[in-house]
């Protein structure tokens, strides 16, 4: 059976940079984030034996969302000098991946998100897990769909299925957007409903079973409607006030699944070990090399990718 493994770019890509020093070339550019992302696949690849394997990044421009809500991640770390070595290691990252022979996928217009939501979907052959360290993309765990969770810097990864997601969150995968409705989501910036934090939003959905639902037996006022339970007062006032807020942040938490791309698995099969020796040893990687052959060295005298 078919298994993908999606990796989520910019998340590890960012866990990469913060958990390793700062390591940087003789030209002063950042090379900590390519090590610790190409550490992890390794890893990766080792642990769950993927069949196929495709890298996603987030474009900086910005997306349909930002168009939407002008707040949207506005309060996001503005450190210039992180972005320019967050983003230059995006560039490197794609170019050792092409000569891996892994497919990069980067959409303008939308999230990595978005995309990674659209490629799992448009795989229908086997099993899709993916790695990432954003619990935005527990919506969309299913039977075929999982998350390959790193829990604390590059290692430990949990994988996180349905199950998990409830114990995480206190709400199942289909409800993880409604659950974003009712709290917001302070990292990227939307709001949510005021006053409403995580377990009274899982405390509700978890009564009521959907945003929607939440909104009806509110509306509903049948003396004798005693089918779920009543909502009190003072969470009432809350929810009616916070009605636009819920909304659009439900929209904004919502991963699409219609990006123009198109998965080709004839094209994303998992590299070789030789070919991953060889472009390790162009790096000069010499513990990711030993990692996969005790045996191999490396040329010290040969020219070095991104020296």
Known sequence: MNKLLLVDGNAVLHRAYYALPDWRNRSGEATAGVYGFLSMILKAIEELKPTHLAVVFDCPEPTFRHTMY???????????????????????????FEKMGVPVFAVPSFEADDVIGTLAKQSTDGEVIIITGDRDLMQLVNEKVKLFMPQKGLSDAVLVDGEKVIQRLGVHPKQVVDYKGLMGDS??????????????????????????????????????????????PAITDKLIKGYDAAMLSKQLATIRTDVPVSWEPEKASVPSEEKILAVLKELGYKSLVKRINQNEEIDENQQKLFE
């Open 187 to 232: 990292s990227d910036n939307y709001p949510g409903v005021a006053g409403i934090g995580p377990k009274t939003a899982a405390h509700l959905l978890a009564e009521h079973g959907s945003l929607k639902d939440i909104y009806k037996q509110i509306t509903n006022t049948k003396p004798n409607d005693t089918k779920k339970p009543k909502i009190v």
């Open 70 to 96: 002008v707040g949207y991640q506005v309060t996001r770390e503005k450190d210039r000098q992180v972005s320019e070595d967050i983003w230059g290691q995006v560039e490197k990252l794609k170019i050792v």
